[in-house]
């Protein structure tokens, strides 16, 4: 009890300091964009337009919600602080009537994103016209349409940045795009403190410069100096510096970026060097100098004082860094985390589906019982109700009159015949022989065919449990794939990087998925084109030397875009499958009933099969022709081969009343160990050559669609590099009116000289018909397939110092 107790308060505690945590965070982000209101409202350009603190007003409101009228309050202070009463007057002239026009505009709806900048610069120019009065002079309407438009500009870039602030970014992959609109707004932030100054350093200008030092520090010198340059512009157009100062900030930043690895301090140190150093051509005085250095030397001094808390949370926003890759992989495994509790939770409804299925309905004893006494009811009410020894025989001598009644059922079950007589003992007791046996036997009719039924109805639902729980078994594979990939470590993906970067190679993200043997696939992001080249020249060797089996490329994505390029690598098969076919109609038709496949279902395994369907024509190649497609989609999608043909088998049966059935004759090829699985349902024998020597693979059961309950027959071989298999449908086998038709192709498979498995399927095909003087009384359809070594495209690369990932792995669950 005292456990328990302990447990709940460690919960309550627990979620205490959660809640108060998370009040913290929100206390704080208010409190962070009310200052934003407030320098926004204050910001300028040239102390005469003023289009910041309206498009913050706008771009706030959709992403926060309309109940943030708070902060157009805040940015008419800011207005107020920076140009009186004038200047905050116009201001709240522009949130006051863009509040009312959206009100009205939207009252019964969100309104459209897209429309937002608009509307905001809209009404920037309606308030600053309004704010001049009814005589309007050029200048005033250039400068109210210039101050609109940049009202809308602004608005786009800040709907972009604010949801960092807000904290309700989805990602903390940027695209060029955001990295320009939040140095926009950083920079926008940064001239509301224009004017400000403590003993001559600017704040402006401090700040400015923090703002590129923090960009060198935590993403290097293209971040810097592009930070740099839209920083320094922005600062020219509110008056603060001059167009030589935003140069030699842009090459102070690029300096600074390239010493990124060496560590703040030594970026702070060539930061004011280059300031001081670079600054004696860009300032008039050395008073101004002085005050620039002392400006760099104070920003240095709050870049050195920053928290490493939040040099990490700017460095998860900048590509290629180690915080933005670990933040990457994060949120890739929560997701997958997601992904496989759900997939979970799937698997498990078909699993509750599936039992529920098996355990409704009674048993095969308890159903024919039931039937047997519905049976002696039905007769008592036809025939013993208006019996006057209806009280003897049933209320005295119920149990004797019951038993009487289910030895005659017995009889007549096993003579139905209309001659057949009751039983003695019911012959003794029953006044109504005549009409009971009549009645009897027209129950028994009825029950009979209801028996059937109720078996039916068993069977196709023990095949629907089987069903349920084969793809309950294939969700749950999925899953078990998923948290694999999810349990792949970071360290072996650092590994890779690591790596790659010892070969001359950099690339922005390596996520592994899976490095179990046979199913390994690591998925590599490349920042530029060319990805294909780099991939098979570089990464497939070095990652088949780190994992240990030959790695190819399969899939490559984006690599004709400019953008970042994707390519996936994956265990390179040991074998290779290649298959021919050689197939006619019946006397010469233009349709076969007969259907082949060979493909490769994606899972380390290769299929053949060959199809017979019954009888001939479009009418046998559409039943042959569905079941193969259905077993390839089964097949694909995880499923047992031996529920795959269970389901194939019943949907024959239950597609028409018809009789339809198909033969199968399929062969499952390991590629990665060469061990195959022969399924043989009422096909022909099978051919397995290997050096001139050749046997037979066969089978004996019946078509798929006959019985309800088929036997599957699995044959396995182990087959080896070079070996045929010959796959053929009954009417090539059964074309030569010979006595042992299995010596015979035997004897014909083994004298081929040819290799080329098309050139064999040809043969043999013509040898059927031969034999037959060319009459050809059934479809034909011959498959070959031939078993080699695949050949790797490239050797395995092995760096020193480099060990496998696999060893690892096993170190790891070791320990």
């Not at 309550?12 to 208010?30: F, H, K």
């Not at 289009?51 to 940015?75: C, D, K, Q, T």
């Amino acid at each position: 009890m005292a456990d328990g107790m302990s447990i709940r308060t460690g919960w309550v505690a627990e979620y205490r300091t959660a809640d108060v945590e998370q009040s913290r965070q929100s206390v704080g982000r208010l409190v962070l964009l009310a200052g934003l209101a407030v320098l926004l409202g204050r910001a300028n350009i040239e102390h005469a337009v003023t289009p910041f603190g309206l498009a913050y007003v706008a771009a706030l409101m959709e992403i926060l919600g309309s109940r943030r009228n708070w902060v157009g309050l805040l940015v008419v202070v800011g207005a107020y602080w920076q140009g009186g009463v004038g200047t905050a007057t116009v201001m709240a002239l522009s949130v006051v009537l863009y509040l009312t026009i959206r009100k009205m505009l939207f009252r019964k709806h969100r309104p459209d994103i897209h429309w937002v900048p608009f509307l905001a610069g809209f009404v920037d120019v309606a308030a600053r016209l309004a704010a001049v009065g009814s005589v309007w002079t050029r200048y005033d309407v250039m400068i109210a349409l210039a101050e609109g438009a940049l009202v809308t500009i602004l608005t786009v870039i800040f709907i972009q940045s604010l949801p960092m602030l807000t904290g309700r970014i989805t990602s903390r992959d940027l695209r060029l795009d955001q990295w320009m609109s939040l140095t926009i707004f950083v920079g926008s932030v940064i001239a509301g403190l224009s004017g400000l100054e403590v003993r001559g350093v600017v704040i402006s200008q401090v700040a400015v410069d923090w703002s590129v030092l923090m960009l060198a520090v935590v993403g290097g010198p293209m971040t810097s100096v592009t930070g740099s340059v839209v920083l320094g512009i922005l600062s020219m157009l509110s008056g603060s510096v001059s167009l030589a100062s935003v140069a030699v900030l842009s090459f102070a930043g690029l300096l600074s970026g390239v010493v990124k690895d060496a560590g703040r301090w030594l970026v702070s140190l060539v930061f004011v060097l280059c300031m001081g150093l670079l600054g004696a051509s860009a300032h008039p005085t050395w008073h101004a100098l002085f005050l620039s250095c002392i400006e760099a030397g104070v920003a240095s001094l709050f870049c050195l004082l920053s928290t490493k808390k939040l040099r990490a949370f700017l460095a998860e926003f900048v590509p290629g860094t180690a915080e933005h890759r670990l933040s990457e992989q994060q949120r890739v495994r929560r997701i997958r985390s997601l992904l496989f509790e759900k997939v979970q939770e799937m698997g498990q409804v078909f699993d509750e589906l599936s039992e529920t299925f098996a355990e409704v309905g009674e048993s095969q004893v308890v159903s024919d019982q039931q039937l047997l006494s519905d049976m002696v009811g039905a007769a008592m009410h036809s025939v013993c109700t208006s019996c006057p020894m209806l009280s003897k025989c049933w209320e005295r001598e119920g149990v004797a009159t019951y038993n009487a009644l289910v030895h005659t059922i017995a009889k007549l079950e096993q003579s139905p015949g209309l001659q057949t007589p009751a039983t003695q003992d019911l012959r003794e007791r029953c006044v109504r022989l005549d009409s009971m046996l009549s009645v009897l036997r027209n129950n028994l009719e009825l029950t009979d065919r209801d028996a059937k039924w109720i078996t039916k109805l068993r069977e196709q639902r023990s095949l629907v449990t089987a069903q349920l729980a084969g793809v309950a078994n294939v969700i749950r594979g999925i899953a078990s794939e998923i948290e694999q990939g999810n349990e792949s470590s970071w360290s072996g993906e650092d590994q890779i990087l690591d790596a790659l970067e010892q070969m001359g190679l950099y690339v922005d993200h390596v996520h592994i998925v899976s490095l179990e043997p046979g199913k390994v696939e690591v998925e590599v992001t490349q920042p530029s084109q060319g990805s294909y080249d780099n991939s098979v020249r570089v990464i497939a060797p070095l990652l088949s030397g780190i994992v240990g089996e030959n790695i190819t490329v399969t899939q490559v994505f984006g690599d004709d875009d400019p953008g970042p390029c994707t390519s996936v690598f994956t265990s390179a098969r040991i074998y290779d499958v290649e298959t021919a076919a050689a197939t006619v109609a019946r006397d010469g038709r233009l349709v076969s009933g007969d259907t082949y496949a060979s493909v490769d279902l994606d899972n380390g395994r290769f299929a053949v099969a060959v199809s017979d369907g019954m009888g001939n024509g479009e009418r046998a190649q559409k039943e042959s022709k569905a079941a193969l497609e259905l077993l390839k989609k089964l097949l694909k999608a995880g499923f047992d081969e031996q529920l795959a043909i269970k389901t194939i088998n019943s949907t024959l049966l239950l597609r028409s009343r018809e009789e339809m059935f198909t033969t199968l004759d399929m062969a499952l090829v390991d590629l990665f160990s060469a061990r195959a699985e022969f399924l043989k349902i009422g096909s022909a024998p099978s051919f397995l050559c290997r050096n001139g020597e050749v046997r037979s693979v066969a089978g004996a059961n019946v078509p798929i669609g006959i019985l309800q309950d088929i036997d599957v027959q699995t044959i396995h071989e182990q087959l080896q590099d070079g070996d045929l298999l010959v796959l053929m449908s009954d009417g090539v086998f059964d074309a030569p009116a010979v006595y042992d038709k299995e010596e015979w192709f035997a004897e014909r498979i083994a004298g081929l000289s040819e290799c080329d498995p098309q050139t064999i399927a040809d043969t043999l095909l013509d040898a059927a018909a031969a034999i037959n003087h060319g009459q050809i009384d059934d479809d034909m359809t011959v498959v070959v397939a031939r078993i080699a070594r695949h050949q790797p495209e490239w050797a395995a690369i092995k760096l020193p110092g480099v060990t496998g990932l696999r060893k690892q792995e096993k170190k790891r669950r070791g320990a």
